[in-house]
């Protein structure tokens, strides 16, 4: 199950922040989460990055695209 494109940008950015501040850990909605090392917290960062951009380019679910046509009918 793909996580929603905010709680994706919320982790991200708490990572982001930890790692400025040179903390090995998060906590997000009172889940606290502890990472060995910045080379992982580094790595989640970019998985969270993949998930992000997949999130953006996928039309949001019960959505669908309009076709048009010059005549109305469907036809081009």
């Known amino acids: 199950m793909a996580l929603p494109l905010l709680t994706l940008l919320a982790q ?3 990572l982001a922040t930890s790692i400025a501040q040179g903390v090995t850990s998060i906590t ?3 889940t606290r989460m ?3 090392g910045f080379d992982d917290m580094r790595k989640r ?3 969270l990055d ?3 951009a997949k999130a953006q380019a996928a039309p ?3 959505y669908s695209y309009a076709q048009f046509s010059k005549d109305g009918r469907g036809n081009q």
């Open 45 to 47: 960062i970019g998985w």
């Open 50 to 52: 993949q998930e992000i």
């Open 60 to 62: 949001p679910k019960g």
């Open 12 to 14: 991200r950015d708490a």
């Open 28 to 30: 997000i909605d009172g």
């Open 34 to 36: 502890d990472y060995p």
